[in-house]
């Protein structure tokens, strides 16, 4: 009787707990319906622009325009500009980050160095490219110096607006975000290890190959691949340096995007849509495996 | 004996060294500034003329921009704030098990290319601007997307810092209700990590460029663009005006007190777009 009633109490307090989460879930909705509406179905729409037919069949015919010769150009020369601008903006992002990682984390230098950073890898786009064009575009300031001296910047032809000037001006946006990616893993180096290799009899070189370089490579490699799938992602830069043409994927995007009168181009964005949402999660996802073997040394 | 050789020696040459890597750095920062101000204040006859800077504010294209720019900034700030920061203390509180979904669905816009979200957008814009007409206001739905990550890293770094479940349950017992709790009791002790998101958000939208101008927007990186191709000096000039507010900003937000208890979260580690924890919250090894 008592241990029925008991029960019973626990049955009903159990279905109040269940109403109340019901309720505590009613909670999310309007952020729910904020991430819905405007990201999930989005990508679903960009997929099924991709992988639909007009007719709402799963068809690969949309993904055979990734063999065109044109779209795999583009492809071919969207990689080649991430990885050359990766691979310098890792090298000299990181020497960077090494001289600033000296410095206290409220130090003067290090706040001005991290908002400069930010400022240029994150928020800068078409001013970037405007700050190109005044410094060294046909009548830039430092083109006209360089003019002074004898020096022409443009003796071969105009090649800030093609993809020179597109690995010139990703680099300008690589090197801080390599800055601001290696910052952090800089940091977990603790000063003992190198105390300790010094004590042992090691010298400044043996340590940096033998301690640093193994202890740092992960988080290296992590975020040359970060930087990889940052400029593969790009578009504001490019799109303002590139007024036609569309040499690269994102602005292959564009072309297709605003000549939607044709039938099919818009099938075509989604295409290459899918086409850099799959690249780039390749890449993140590896980013992420190599973060999980850097987060055993550096916390 | 041979180390009190080398280790003042290597001092000196590590010195050497970092001076140069922070001389070019500083070199390459400060060349295309100068030069933007140079660029943008000379006349054709060798002259100086604030001309370029005055018509910032009397150019009808850029000056509406830099209008709907700064509304539409302030705008999505209270839009993030006001639907993030409750889903969060709701799920720090009560739905535990949709911590990680929430982190995960605020950080997936680091992982979608913005030129991706505009295709997919494009058609729930056509709704939209049935629905509402067809202000650039309406960018603030997309704008408080493509803002969760750094949102949602702002504050979770300032929850962390606090004893949430404590000051809540201090609050309920002595007999606030929930919008007080939420509104006296929790808000005034995020001023930081809010003041953060703010800051984030309002960088972001003020240069965001790819979806207002595939959707067809004159936000204030459009006009920019646009008025470049008739009068680069006043392009340069708003350019180099967009580039010192976003650093005024971002140095500001590096003075910001996030949370509490532990230090101030590293400006770096939010500013970061690497999805993982930032360092000191990792999984343990």
Known sequence: MTALAAGRRTASRSSGRLASEVTAAAGLLPFGALVVLFLLIPLGVVFAGA??????????????????????????????????????????????????????????????????????SQFAGVPLAFALVATIGLSGVVTQLLGGAGVDLYASGVWLFDTPGLVLAYTCFQVPL?????????????????????????????????????????????????????????????????????????????????????????????TLAVGMVLVVAVVMGAQALVQRRTARWLR | MSRHHT?????????????????????????PLLAMLDFSTRTPTGGRSGQAWSSLATDPDLSAAILVSLQLALLTAVVVVALLLPTMLLV??????????????????????????VVGVAPVYAWVVHLLGSSPLNLVFVYAVLALPYAHRALAAGLGGLDLRTLVEAARSLGARWPDVVLKVVLPNLTGAVA??????????????????????????????????????????ASLASLVLAFVLLLGL??????????????????????????????PS
């Not at chain 2, 739905?95 to 680091?110: F, G, H, N």
């Not at chain 2, 003020?206 to 927007?217: M, N, P, Q, R």
């Open chain 1, 178 to 270: 390599m800055v601001i990616v290696f910052l952090p893993a800089l940091d977990g180096v603790r000063p003992a290890w190198r105390e300790a290799s010094l004590t042992l009899g090691g010298t400044r070189w043996q340590h940096f190959r033998l301690v640093s370089v193994p202890v740092l490579a992960p988080a290296f490699t992590g975020a040359l691949l970060l930087l990889f799938a940052n400029a593969l992602s790009a578009y504001a830069t490019a799109a303002a340096l590139v007024s036609q043409g569309s040499s690269i994927v994102p602005l292959q995007i564009r072309r297709a995007l605003s000549s939607d009168v044709l039938v099919g181009q818009q099938d075509l964005a989604s």
């Open chain 2, 254 to 283: 590096s003075l910001l007190p996030v949370g509490r208890r532990r230090r101030a979260a590293p400006a770096a580690a939010v500013l970061s777009p690497t999805p993982a924890a930032p360092p000191g919250t990792g999984a």
């Open chain 2, 7 to 31: 280790g003042p020696r290597a001092g000196a040459g590590a010195r050497t060294i970092r001076w140069t890597v922070l001389g070019v750095a500083a070199a390459a920062a400060l060349v």
């Open chain 2, 196 to 237: 953060s998101t703010v800051v984030l958000v309002v960088a972001v939208v003020l240069g965001e460029f790819t979806v207002a101008s595939l959707l067809g927007y004159d936000t204030l990186p459009v006009a920019i663009n646009l008025v470049g191709k008739r009068d680069a000096e006043l392009s340069v000039a």
């Open chain 2, 92 to 117: 720090a509180l009560r739905l535990s098990w949709a911590r990680q979904p929430l982190e995960l669905v605020c950080l997936l816009p680091l992982a979608v290319p913005a030129v991706v979200v």
């Open chain 1, 51 to 120: 992988l639909l037919d007009e007719s709402g069949r799963p068809t690969l015919g949309g993904l055979a325009a990734l063999g065109d010769p044109v779209v795999r150009s583009a492809f071919a020369r969207s990689f080649e500009l991430s990885a050359i601008t990766a691979a310098v903006g890792a090298v000299l992002g990181a020497a960077v980050a090494t001289v600033v990682a000296g410095s206290s984390p409220t130090s003067a230098l290090r706040r001005v160095v991290v908002a400069a950073c930010g400022v240029l």
